[in-house]
């Protein structure tokens, strides 16, 4: 073994100083690699999840476009409906006017056949009265 000397002593210093700071500098550089990779999973995550907004997005959209179809749908059933009802309202009022012209005409026959039996009434005894003045005549 050798002696060392005062520069060598100097040297190992330096030596383990620099030793120091190499690995100071790979500690370092490992976690500035793992922060990398870090941020590279979570830069993965929010791009997968930028994609699954995307995805979302158009599903409203095209949610959002079925939805003005069915209200406008919706809008052309109900002025159909609004039709239907003033056609069937027409259709009672004419059903009811009917109904009611069909009773008076009832009436009316029933009037004139107590009429016409009040005629053939006396029609009957004005025939039997000539037959009478027939035969005593």
Do not use: W, Y
């Amino acid at each position: 073994m050798r002696a060392r000397g005062p520069e060598s002593g100097t040297q190992v210093t330096e030596l383990e100083c620099v030793s120091s700071q190499a690995n100071a500098v790979h500690t370092h550089k490992t976690e500035l690699n793992q922060t990398i990779q870090e941020l590279e999973e979570t830069l993965k995550e929010k791009e997968e999840e930028i994609e699954r907004l995307k995805q979302e997005i158009d599903n409203a959209r095209e949610l959002q476009e079925q939805r003005d179809s069915l209200t406008q749908k919706l809008q052309e059933v109900e002025i159909r409906n609004k039709d239907l009802e003033g056609q069937l309202s027409d259709l009672e009022q004419r059903l009811e006017k009917s109904q009611n012209e069909q009773e008076a005409f009832r009436n009316n026959l029933k009037t004139l056949l107590e009429i016409l039996d009040g005629k053939i009434f006396e029609l009957t005894e004005l025939r039997d009265n000539l037959a009478k003045l027939l035969e005593c005549s």
